[in-house]
Antibody, heavy 123, light 106 residues
Framework: QLQLQESGPGLVKPSETLSLTCTVS??????????WGWIRQPPGKGLEWIGS???????YYNPSLKSRVTISVDTSKNQFSLKLSSVTAADTAVFYC???????????????WGQGTMVPVSS | SYELTQPLSVSVALGQTARITCGGN??????VHWYQQKPGQAPVLVIY???NRPSGIPERFAGSNSGNTATLTISRAQAGDEADYYC?????????FGPGTKVTVL
């Protein structure tokens, strides 16, 4: 059974870069059938898609965050990562990694999610 | 950019039917997905491509999509259905989530 697990520092200072990694277990990240994405949720607010990556390295990002976001993939480790630069308190959120289908019945839906990790931005 | 609208909250009596709407310009031409999120938990996909249920999701959850409105219907509402519900679409090159609806079971 495929599982996703986020990991990263528990606290980031303003103006620094937030870095998170999602480890995929129970299946390979190197499949043509899925994209791998990051979604965030500020406390008490809704879901916001950050960006997604294909195993080949092809990416697409939320235009509102694009200038500060980099998503990369390491197929040898079955992981993909998120970097969000120049963070402020407004970037404080729970960050989720999730899988979305490309040529599956659940195309463009996020069918498997990690448990999420809270990242406060504070000095 | 494409925008989705949802009511802030919906209340439903135990055992009755709740309907949660998701509005968007010509949303009927897009595939709509729905997620359930309980406090402190990750979202769970409950409906994909307008009206399909993933394995393990009760038949009480149903979806429809036409014109400018997609609807998630929860029949025979149970206490365990109390949660936030989000609709989501794919628009050109990015994913869009609705603002979410809090469902309260009375």
């Amino acid at each position: 059974q495929l599982q996703l697990q986020e990991s990263g520092p528990g606290l980031v200072k303003p103006s620094e870069t937030l870095s998170l990694t999602c480890t995929v277990s129970g299946g390979s990240i190197s499949t043509s059938s899925y994209y791998w994405g990051w979604i965030r949720q500020p406390p008490g607010k809704g879901l916001e898609w950050i960006g997604s990556i294909y195993y080949s390295g092809s990416t697409y990002y939320n235009p509102s965050l694009k200038s500060r976001v980099t998503i990369s993939v390491d197929t040898s480790k079955n992981q993909f990562s998120l970097k969000l630069s120049s963070v402020t308190a407004a970037d404080t959120a729970v960050f989720y990694c999730a899988r979305s289908g490309v040529d599956t019945p659940m195309v463009d839906a996020f069918d498997i999610w990690g448990q999420g990790t809270m990242v406060p931005v504070s000095s | 950019s494409y925008e989705l609208t949802q009511p802030l909250s919906v209340s439903v009596a135990l055992g009755q039917t709740a309907r949660i709407t998701c509005g968007g310009n010509n949303i009927g031409s897009k595939s709509v997905h729905w997620y359930q999120q309980k406090p402190g938990q990750a979202p769970v996909l409950v409906i994909y491509r307008d009206s399909n249920r993933p394995s393990g999701i009760p038949e009480r959850f149903a979806g429809s999509n036409s014109g400018n409105t997609a609807t998630l219907t929860i029949s025979r509402a149970q206490a365990g259905d109390e949660a936030d519900y989000y609709c989501q679409v794919w628009d050109n090159t990015f994913f869009v989530f609705g603002p979410g609806t809090k469902v309260t079971v009375l």
